[in-house]
Structure formats: structure tokens, C-alpha cells
């Protein structure tokens, strides 16, 4: 079994994150910058100022996988207080650049959802949200670029507290077969949240009730159990 450590922290701070994972015997990391959507200076999950942010991104062994989090709780114990975010989230398979086979295999099923009447996809790792009230849920929102902020802004009044939003881009190209039944727009958002599960739920419907998501293909979401959500900082 593998995990995948994520971590968001202020820009320039990613290399802090994978250098400690290092040192525990992570192979590595990806740092991707992107931007906090925080409102009114109120320090909630993943709602830590709309400044620049860097997710890093660190896939270890079960084995290690409780050591590295101590590490990088170690190197970020010393820094401001709310410095960032930390959880991990189980990935069913991980295949290693010329590996002949996946290195992990099994792990939790994925159960899938049925289309949204947006045409989107919400699918839940393992059990399902109401399963799941007592812990925290990954929310994953794929939209077209500039559709990000009113998706957070209609999860924070369902309850969420704050997201990320990374600028991506799509790589279909006209002609080709839609991706999950998006339209080929190649620019896109990505927003993560990271909500108590017991408002998963309300958040989700909130998103997908948008006018901007009634278009069939218009956005993707989809939620993961975040274990070990931890905020990184001083505590006191």
C-alpha cells in the first residue's frame, strides 16, 4: 500500500516538504504552485490567505509513511502559526517509470457515482459520505478556467472554510473524444477543499446546483478520504 502526502504551504516553502520526506526515505516530490481562496483572514482548512500557495506532492511506502509525517511536522513545527496544511490520501495503484507492473495493487476499491445532472462525476473512495461524518473529505472540482471562485464561493456558504485553486489545462484537441464528457476548453481550474465529512455532502450539492454546472460536461467532481489531517505551524 502507498500514500500520497500532500501538503500546501506558502510559496517557496514546497522544497521544505519534500526535502524532509527525503530525509525519511521519500523518493521525491512534486511541488505545484497554485493560490489559497481564504476570506476576511479566517485561518480554516485549506483557507490559510489568498496568496500564492505551493501543493507538494510526496508518494511513500505504508512502512514509512508515519515517520515522514513526523519529519515534516518537525521542519514546519518552528514556523508561523497556520503555516499550512498537511493529509494523505490512499492511492489504489502507483506504477514506477519502467516498472513492468503497478507497485501497489488493490488497495481501497473506488466506488463510482452516477453522472450529475451537470454531467459531472462524483465518485467516493471506499465507503461512502455518510460513512464517513467523522472524518475529512478531499473535494475535487474540475471546471472550465474562471468558474473556480464561484464553486468556492458556493461551498463556503454550504460551509466550507476556504480551497485551493490550481490553473491547469486540458490536452484534448479538436476532434478528439471529450474527456469524461468535458468540453475541449483547454484551459481549466482544478479546486481542492478539504471539509469535515459530515458537510461533504451539502458542499457537493451546493457546486453542482451552480448554473455554470447545469451545461452537460461542463465540470468533474470528486471527493477522497483525507486521513491525518494535520495543520502545520507553531501550535500555540
Given at each position: ?148 471562485d464561484d464553486a468556492m464561493a458556493a461551498a463556503r456558504k454550504a460551509g466550507a472554510g476556504g480551497g485551493t485553486i490550481i490553473s491547469a489545462r486540458g490536452t484534448a484537441k479538436e476532434g478528439d ?60
Amino acid at each position: 500500500m502507498y500514500k500520497l502526502i500532500i501538503s500546501i504551504v506558502p510559496h517557496d516553502c514546497g522544497e521544505l516538504i519534500t526535502s524532509a520526506a527525503a530525509s525519511r526515505g521519500a523518493g521525491g516530490g512534486t511541488v505545484i504552485m497554485a493560490r489559497g481562496t481564504a476570506q476576511n483572514n479566517i485561518i480554516q482548512l485549506l483557507g490559510l490567505g489568498d496568496t500564492s500557495k505551493d501543493i507538494a506532492y510526496v508518494i511513500v511506502d505504508e512502512s514509512i509513511h508515519q515517520a515522514v509525517c513526523d519529519e515534516i511536522l518537525l521542519q514546519t513545527g518552528q514556523k508561523k502559526k497556520s503555516f499550512g496544511v498537511m493529509f494523505s490520501v490512499d492511492l489504489m495503484d502507483f506504477i514506477k517509470a519502467g516498472a513492468g507492473a503497478p507497485a501497489a495493487a488493490g488497495g481501497t476499491g473506488i466506488r463510482r457515482g452516477a453522472p450529475s445532472p451537470a454531467g459531472g462525476t462524483i465518485t467516493n473512495t471506499g465507503d461512502t459520505m455518510a460513512e464517513k461524518n467523522d472524518s475529512y473529505q478531499m473535494i475535487s472540482v474540475i471546471v472550465n478556467k474562471g468558474y473556480a471562485d464561484d464553486a468556492m464561493a458556493a461551498a463556503r456558504k454550504a460551509g466550507a472554510g476556504g480551497g485551493t485553486i490550481i490553473s491547469a489545462r486540458g490536452t484534448a484537441k479538436e476532434g478528439d473524444a471529450k474527456f469524461l464528457g468535458m468540453e475541449i476548453v483547454p484551459e481549466k481550474d482544478l479546486l481542492i477543499i478539504v471539509v469535515p465529512g459530515e458537510k461533504c455532502e451539502q458542499i457537493v450539492q451546493a457546486i453542482k446546483d451552480l448554473p455554470c454546472m447545469q451545461k452537460a460536461g461542463s465540470g468533474v467532481i470528486f471527493c477522497n478520504e483525507a486521513h491525518g489531517f494535520t495543520l502545520l505551524g507553531k501550535k500555540e
